[in-house]
């Protein structure tokens, strides 16, 4: 029973490297997130999808991009990553969109950029 | 928009004591509130929720939460803890209609048990 899988667990860039952050989810949710986690700040929503076929930015989207591959998968980009990306990366998923339904998250990323 | 407090960063109780965190939000109505726990290298795991009803609401784990809408406060309380119960801990609160993006994270409060 999986639930929310993401890959790599963790990864070091440097600065201006790209990479991709993979969540894939096996519970039929329909909606998902990206969420990162820093020292103090708690949680921020960077993208989230609310259904498939759907991505919108969320409170802290400049410097990612996302992609709703299909209803299991969402992906998250960093095209030219910088040292204020270093952080916890965190895919969440709902069985719908809104906050009456409860999150589902996966282990993380840790990323560190140098 | 909604907003979360946690008070507390730090807390530290000994095994076998009660616990009890603090949670303030603000919201004009309603909301929806949730308690979630992080335990060390993973995420976060859903504790309990309330939505409307009784104010009183158990959770996983042991744990329950009250809604009081006079103080704007939901805390988080354990009679007697466990030394897994270690962890970070979160609150959050939706606004009842709100869109994917309406849930609000509080910062955390990072829980220490003594033996």
């Known amino acids: 029973n999986a639930g929310v899988t993401q890959t790599p667990k963790f990864q070091v860039l440097k600065t201006g490297q790209s990479m991709t952050l993979q969540c894939a989810q096996d519970m039929n949710h329909n909606s998902m997130y990206w969420y990162r986690q820093d020292p103090g700040m708690g949680l921020r929503l960077i993208y989230y999808s609310a259904s498939e076929g759907t991505t919108d930015k969320g409170e802290v989207p400049n410097g990612y991009n996302v992609s709703r591959l299909n209803k299991r998968e969402f992906s998250l980009r960093l095209e030219s990553a910088a040292p204020s990306q270093t952080s916890v990366y965190f895919c969440?998923?709902?069985?719908?969109?809104?906050?009456?339904?409860?999150?589902?998250f996966g282990n993380g990323t840790r990323l560190t950029v140098t | 928009a909604q907003s979360v407090t946690q008070p507390d960063i730090h807390i530290t109780v000994s095994e076998g004591a009660s616990l009890e965190l603090r949670c303030n939000y603000s919201?004009?109505?309603?909301?929806?509130l949730f308690w979630y726990v992080q335990s060390p290298g993973q995420g976060l795991q859903l504790l309990l929720k309330?939505?409307?009803?009784?104010?009183l609401v158990q959770g996983i784990k042991g744990f329950e939460a009250e809604f009081k809408r006079s103080q704007s406060s939901f805390n988080l309380r354990k009679p007697s803890v466990h030394w897994s119960d270690a962890a970070e801990y979160f609150c959050a609160v939706g606004a009842q209609g709100g869109g994917a993006d309406g849930l609000t994270f509080g910062k955390g409060t990072h829980l220490i048990i003594q033996p």
């Open positions: 919201y004009g109505a309603t909301p929806y």
């Open positions: 309330y939505f409307s009803g009784d104010t």
């Open positions: 969440a998923s709902s069985e719908s969109p809104g906050p009456n339904s409860p999150l589902h």
